[in-house]
């Protein structure tokens, strides 16, 4: 115990790792959220003037195609991030450190290393694990759903009954 009454840490216990922050990853980073908002934008741009059209009263087929593609891109986005999940999380165990080796960074980030370091990698491959089986789900789900709602609408009745529509009295 020292003067102030609490045990001495050792010296390399206080300094902070820090693994500094590379132009590179600042770089990827801003052209990564430009992409972003520029797929954001064009997925509005085509999808909402194509919702009255494809569930009005009378379906268009090319609307709900329009529908299905961009939601289609919309899983791929997903399952992609569920790859660099999955990746990132393999590299993390591989090294034993977070961040990994060679990462692109936007700040200097301190550096975990061990069985910490390993519990973060296997959670990030469940979470990419887990994004990918909701992409692929969630594409399979839209691809189908939508492609119910231009099936002909058809009734088959038992012999002898008729729908007959109604109509209002006429005005006195």
Not at 106 to 112: C, E, G, L, N
Request: charged share 15%; aromatic share 4%.
């Amino acid at each position: 115990m020292d003067q102030t009454g609490s045990a001495a840490r050792p010296k390399d216990a206080t300094v902070l790792e820090l693994m500094p922050a590379n132009p590179a990853g600042r770089r990827l980073g801003v052209a990564m959220i430009a992409l972003l908002l520029i797929g954001l934008a064009g997925f509005v741009a085509l999808i909402v003037p194509n919702m009255d059209a494809a569930f009005g009263p009378t379906p268009s087929a090319h609307a709900l195609n329009i529908i299905k593609t961009g939601f289609a891109a919309l899983s791929a986005i997903v399952t992609m991030m569920a790859v660099a999940l999955t990746v990132s999380g393999w590299r993390i165990v591989r090294s034993r450190q977070v961040p990994p080796p060679g990462a692109l960074l936007w700040r200097p980030a301190r550096i975990v290393r061990g069985l910490k370091a390993r519990r973060l990698g296997l959670a990030y491959g469940a979470a990419g694990i887990l994004c990918a089986a909701l992409g692929i789900g969630l594409g399979a789900t839209i691809w189908s759903m939508l492609g119910r709602v231009l099936e002909p609408r058809t009734i088959s009745l038992p012999d002898g009954i008729t729908i007959l529509k109604q109509t209002s009295p006429p005005a006195q």
